[in-house]
């Protein structure tokens, strides 16, 4: 058994919640030191901008939707990259980070690809520009992406890859519905997620495009911790972290989570997969990876499974984190607490 090293995991779309980690605002300094840096960046960017999404953030029915893509992204990525400096700051120290979609970004940004300003910068520039994006949704199917080709038609691709047994497609909103009705037919689950925007499909290409020239006006660093790329299942490399095409393509390109995390889990024992971000969705799929299920890797969420009290997310971090210790403990051969 390797010795254990813990993978930061940061989930993306349609994660959100209302209300997503804020029983740790005011309450966790690291957490809340974080989430103001970036909301205050938002203002920076676009006066005004970084009190609208903290107000939409804490209210319990917002003025926007959380789904829309003005209120998904931007606040996706404060609380992942909050609750990625509350974990380092409470002595997680990650062995390397891997984002979903939007969680990439924050990933990148703990590993100092990006400051937090020019990362909350590029992130309200992605999302005004795919705001401009016809409407389109999301679909998880209980399926891998090989059972659904006769379903992608109309618009509707493969979105990403989550894991063997999990798809998600994504299109416009009529083609989608007619897809989960004939999904529904065959026997097989699905389910809407969260979502006004079909995420990672070539229909947004002519949105995206334009970011590119923002990245390219925006300076880079190599990763000071190793970040696997959810797109290209292998390291974020400092010529590929310096690529504007690669970060304007993220929101039509692919999701490769599960390929990126069986790369990871395949290649080591010792691993304690860590989601910090909203939801479980990402720990659901982690344990279903053959070495987790053998006890060869463990999994962690922070969170709880979704919106709550707000003493919940406090009750939820602290057994996270001592689950935490308690799961490096046994993978390193002593007894858990």
Same mark, same amino acid.
């Given at each position: 058994?390797?010795? +254990? ?9 349609? +994660?959100? @919640? ?40 804490? /209210? ?11 209120? &998904? ?17 409470? =002595? ?39 705001? /401009? ?61 969260? &979502? ?5 499909? *070539?229909?947004?290409?002519? @949105?995206? /495009? ?12 190599? *990763? ?6 959810? @797109? ?13 095409? @690669? ?18 889990? +395949?290649?080591?024992?010792? $691993?304690?997969?860590?989601?910090? =971000?909203? =939801?479980?969705?990402? &720990? ?15 999994? $962690? /969420?922070?969170? *709880? *499974? ?9 009750? &939820? $971090? ?20």
């Amino acid at each position: 058994m390797d010795a +254990s090293a813990i993978l930061l995991m940061f989930p993306g779309q349609g +994660s959100q @919640y209302p209300r997503m980690a804020a029983g740790l605002y005011g309450n966790e300094p690291a957490f809340t030191s974080a989430l103001d840096e970036v909301f205050d960046a938002y203002d920076a960017e676009a006066p005004g901008e970084g009190g609208r999404l903290r107000t939409d953030w804490l /209210a319990e029915r917002p003025e926007v939707p959380l789904p829309h893509v003005t209120r &998904s992204q931007p606040l996706l990525f404060a609380v992942d990259y909050a609750l990625g400096r509350m974990a380092m700051a409470r =002595g997680v120290r990650p062995w390397a980070l891997l984002g979903h979609s939007i969680g990439e970004m924050a990933a990148a940004t703990l590993a100092g690809v990006f400051t937090p300003l020019d990362a909350a910068g590029l992130v309200l520039d992605r999302v005004r520009r795919l705001a /401009a994006a016809p409407p389109g949704g999301m679909l998880a199917v209980a399926a891998g992406a090989g059972a659904l080709e006769p379903y992608l038609r109309d618009g509707v691709v493969v979105a990403a890859l989550n894991s063997p047994r999990q798809t998600i497609l994504a299109g416009p909103d009529q083609a989608l519905a007619q897809v989960a009705v004939a999904l529904h037919e065959e026997g097989l689950t699905c389910r809407r997620i969260p &979502s006004l925007t079909a995420f990672h499909s *070539p229909a947004l290409a002519p @949105y995206a /495009a334009g970011a590119a020239e923002r990245f390219a006006a925006t300076p880079v660093s190599a *990763p000071r911790i190793p970040v696997h790329s959810g @797109y290209r299942a292998g390291l974020l490399t400092g010529p590929l972290a310096a690529d504007p095409s @690669y970060w304007a393509g993220h929101p039509v390109e692919t999701v490769r989570f599960w390929p990126a995390l069986d790369s990871i889990l +395949s290649s080591r024992t010792g $691993v304690v997969c860590v989601e910090a =971000g909203p =939801g479980q969705g990402l &720990s659901a799929l982690a344990r279903r990876h053959p070495t987790v299920r053998r006890g060869e890797n463990a999994v $962690v /969420a922070l969170l *709880p *499974p979704g919106e709550g009290p707000a003493a919940a997310d406090r009750e &939820s $971090v602290a057994a996270g984190l001592a689950s935490v210790r308690d799961r490096e403990a046994v993978l390193n051969g002593r007894p858990a607490r």
